[in-house]
């Protein structure tokens, strides 16, 4: 790579963390009572929606049926109070994967949706859940859908499964989508089982090798440098500076303990609390060779699934984007599928968004946070019409990598953390042996 397309390069990511550091969040873009609203479509053949301004008449005059649904049904979950044991429930993912299973099993053999949630709501042992179910159940009596229902607990249901579960009402298929719905979280899950399981590990490896050294600093080296002071013998360096060191921890103690859970508190409240804090933590993370670059594959991953089964399930893929990024927790991911949204809707493509301008020229322009594999992919979908297929390929190529690498990281980090820890320990024990070959040659 030449010098010059380093600092371009190096010029575009400040831009777009600058960009990041001062964009708004993006408002929600539905469409009000007073507003006239006309459908055109892109090169993407997706419907989006122009606003123009007008005079206020009567609110079905001007909008068409289904976003007069969508306004009226976002007024009517709005206007919803719910009791505080219901608003701050605690929902676990195994209990909402078990729902989806036992709802699709129900609905799936002929039994209605009310019986279905009846059923459900008999087995639960929870009385706060159980009084989620009533309040489905008699919402969805008082002519709410259930994907309406859902709604009412955004903290309970994520927003992309009751638009999943909205999109599968509208054409039919709510078992096949419930279905759908719990093998994507355990295949979810099972993955995360498998980062977790490789961070362990090391993580476990790491905390009792600093606990040994502690132990030491606190309890053995000082009856060991009373010893040495009593012999009256010349101590090496090293030994010295780690008795030095001891007798700091010693002495301050409770100010190493107290800084040391301010300094971790404030680091947390930095990098998962702040704008900037959050932006500066992705970047650090994008600097690791092999961190960075699973995290980037981990994000893709997470987009490229979700994507794939909304616009599956039959929903529009600029609403597709929309839910996509709220389940995205990167800053840099949320803006630039905020931005592939408003291109889409603005008529250009979204393989063209992520980079690929004309694959027939050859003209690329390669995206900071797609790679252009995955451009071309997408390029291909919108050219046979199956771009959701098209997601779940992508989904399941980065699924493969991200298992590959994360065997490799295991393999690797274990002879590496075990070489650390025998390093610093190894070095403790050194520098604690030393001064006795002294103290013999001095008896000698």
Do not use: C
Not at 172 to 193: A, M, P, T, W, Y
Not at 419 to 425: E, G, K, N, R, S
């Amino acid at each position: 790579m030449s010098i010059g397309k380093k600092i371009k390069d190096s010029f575009s990511d400040f831009w777009f963390n600058l960009e990041l550091m001062f964009a708004s969040k993006p408002k929600n873009e539905e469409v009000k009572p007073g507003e006239s609203v006309k459908k055109i479509e892109n090169k993407s053949g997706v419907l989006g929606v122009h606003h123009q301004a007008s005079k206020p008449i009567d609110a079905s005059q001007i909008l068409d049926e289904q976003t007069r649904k969508r306004f009226e049904k976002e007024e009517r979950l709005k206007n919803r109070k719910l009791p505080f044991t219901l608003r701050h429930l605690k929902f676990s993912i195994k209990a909402r994967l078990s729902f989806y299973d036992e709802l699709s099993t129900l609905v799936g053999s002929g039994v209605t949706l009310i019986d279905s949630l009846s059923l459900i709501q008999a087995q639960e042992r929870n009385k706060v859940v159980k009084k989620m179910y009533a309040q489905m159940i008699h919402d969805i009596n008082a002519g709410l859908s259930l994907a309406e229902s859902m709604e009412l607990f955004p903290h309970v249901f994520p927003k992309m499964q009751s638009a999943l579960v909205e999109a599968a009402e509208a054409s039919g298929n709510l078992k096949e989508v419930l279905l759908e719905l719990v093998e994507e979280i355990e295949s979810s899950q099972d993955f995360h089982r498998k980062v977790t399981g490789a961070m362990v590990y090391p993580i476990i490896l790491l905390f009792l090798a600093i606990t040994l050294v502690v132990g030491m600093m606190i309890f053995v080296i000082p009856k060991i440098a009373t010893m040495y002071e009593q012999a009256r013998v010349e101590l090496p360096g090293l030994t010295q500076t780690v008795i030095d060191i001891s007798d700091f921890v010693v002495e301050q103690w409770p100010i190493l303990l107290s800084g040391s859970v301010v300094g971790l508190l404030l680091l947390y409240l930095l990098f998962s609390k702040s704008r900037i804090g959050r932006l500066l933590g992705e970047n650090i993370v994008n600097l690791i060779p092999m961190a960075g670059r699973i995290n980037k594959e981990k994000n893709i991953m997470m987009i490229a699934s979700s994507m794939a089964m909304l616009m599956k399930s039959g929903v529009l893929i600029t609403d597709a984007f929309k839910i996509t990024r709220k389940t995205i927790n990167n800053l840099h991911y949320q803006k630039a599928l905020e931005d592939i949204r408003k291109g889409v809707v603005m008529g250009q493509e979204v393989s063209q968004m992520m980079g690929l301008e004309d694959i027939r020229s050859q003209k690329f322009k390669e995206h900071p946070l797609f790679p252009l594999q995955m451009a071309q992919l997408i390029h291909i979908g919108e050219s046979t019409g199956n771009i959701g297929n098209m997601f779940e390929k992508i989904k399941k190529n980065y699924h493969k990598s991200i298992e590959y690498s994360l065997r490799n990281i295991s393999t690797l980090i274990e002879p590496v953390m075990i070489f650390f820890v025998a390093a610093l320990v190894g070095s403790i024990l050194m520098a604690v042996m030393l001064p006795f070959f002294y103290i013999g040659s001095t008896v000698g």
